[in-house]
């Protein structure tokens, strides 16, 4: 397939204006406001754009739920906050082609009647945070961004917002409080942030990769962009490949390929000549896929059917040396350090996995302990917490202790009791680092 | 380019903060962005750790000032992110990233190799102050993994052999 999202990693200067105007640069922008508002939400509609921060919802659909007739201002965020583990997509992008970013931006808060609009950027990517200022300096300088819009009349300013370090500021309603200035402490959903967002005004947020769309999505038509894929699962999408493979790093395929693919076709298979074992298809947040399911197509739909989701598009691969009790203290561990503590289940819950996981691997297991991940996985998801990090490490976790049970119960059947004991999680504890070779 | 080293203010210049002309000027228009000065706090703080090195007791009352917020509100928000340094940081700060890709492609190897050459481990400075490590949660960058983060820069696809290269290089900058 021919690269629409990374099509100018590779060449020189692809950074700057003069070379993203060279490849027809922000014609998706001057299209969109020839056509007007509705009719670019009617293509974004149209070509059945999917959000690729990992919730997979409707572009096109989100952006109605903007009230009509709002006196107020509305902003448009676009989501760089890319914490997802295994997800490092978003950076490609900006480090390649921040003005491909920058154009989706625009046509995003051209659709919506938004006259501000922020990147939220995770606090860690300085370098990508000054790669998009020296962007949207070069577009304010050549007129594309300010009060009039390539002279349309249309006013747009985009700010860059650097966050400071959590996991969590990636969900949308703890970006916005954020964004704020607030601790990330995720809002109560209603109301949406399409009618109560950023400063209780209408806000869109929409991720790097979803706006990144946008531009093609103008210059070649919805029909363009649906016909890749299938239907409800259109388009080109990112998939960050990490772990155990040959080549890692980020592939840009269409919807629909099969991990196996990815896996073993874009990404050189499993280093060392050794097996698969299990992936993760959509960033560490989703149920854990066995190489048994690597054929499973790697689109919204197909996942759901497997009982996973797509998420973020970050695949993290596993080789048959991976202990998976070692997997899920890892994942408890991250989730543990990242809960905001705002509700009982995940803050006391995610704490709870680490202890018993981290007691396990301890060689102090008991009988019950697979059970009691399950039961503590199910307090904590399905809509017990106000965002879904309940979900996060419910999910994953879970999961591995059902396709995996045997390596519990074989290091819990060789265990010696010991009394629990709390081990710190914060604030510098971390997971285990290193994996028992 | 070597990154560069964090100078750290020592917490006696830090008592009581004025922001000079510059800072000012930077922060005036920061406020230009956000329709509540509040929404500034970040940017604000960022500035100021960029500038100081740190966030100090003192760096709080003067944001809180400057920006009219309570001091103790500032103070929760530095301290739910991570990246906010409350102590003064060493020169050097090596967030070694220990999730999932990363530590079953080399973390641990690399936290071992950094207990053994500077006898240090996560959470731990050395006595000189050149370098700390801290052990962090995924850094982003998971297709160079192990990846650890020097300061603002990312260093990526690392080994013992390559992380020994970094630090004689990066202990190699004179003040």
Known sequence: MEPTLLKARGLEGSRTLSSYLSRGGYEGLRRALALGPQEVTKYVIDSELRGRGGAGFPTGRKWTFIPKDHPGPRYLVCNADESEPGTFKDREIIEHDPHLVIEGIAIASFAIGAHTAYIYIRGEFVRWAKVLETALAEARQEKILGPDVLGSGYPLEVWVHRGAGAYICGEETSLLESLEGKRGFPRLKPPFPAVVGAFGMPTIINNVETLACLPSILTRGPAWFASIGRPRNTGPKLFSVSGHVVRPGVVELPLGVTFREIIFEHCGGIRGGRALKAFFPGGSSAPVLTAAEVDTKADFDACAEAGTMLGSGGVIVLDETVDMVEVAANLAHFYAHESCGQCTPCREGSDWLVDILERILDGHGRPEDPDTILRICRFASQGMTICPLGDAFSLPISSIVNKFRDEFERRIAAATPAPQKKQPVLPWAGPRPGFGR | ?175
């Open chain 2, 1 to 175: 380019m070597s990154t560069a080293p964090i100078h750290a203010a020592h917490p006696e210049e830090l008592h009581e903060v004025r922001f000079d002309p510059t800072m000012e000027s930077q922060i005036a228009e920061l406020l230009t962005h956000y329709p509540v000065p509040r929404a500034a706090l970040l940017p604000v703080l960022w500035l100021c750790q960029n500038r100081y090195g740190w966030i100090a007791p003192g760096v709080i009352e003067a944001v809180a000032a400057r920006l009219g917020l309570a001091p103790a509100f500032v103070q929760g928000v530095v301290t739910f992110y991570t990246m906010f340094h409350t102590t003064p940081p060493a020169r050097y700060v090596l967030q070694v990233c220990t999730t999932l890709s990363c530590s079953v492609c080399g973390a641990g190897e690399l936290l071992a190799h950094l207990k053994e050459r500077l006898g240090i481990g996560p959470g731990e400075r050395t006595p000189d102050g050149t370098f700390q490590i801290v052990g962090v949660q995924c850094l982003g960058a998971c297709g160079g993994a192990p990846v650890v983060q020097v300061n603002d820069d990312y260093y990526e696809n690392l080994d013992p052999a390559k992380l020994d290269a970094l630090l004689d290089e990066l202990a190699a900058v004179k003040e």
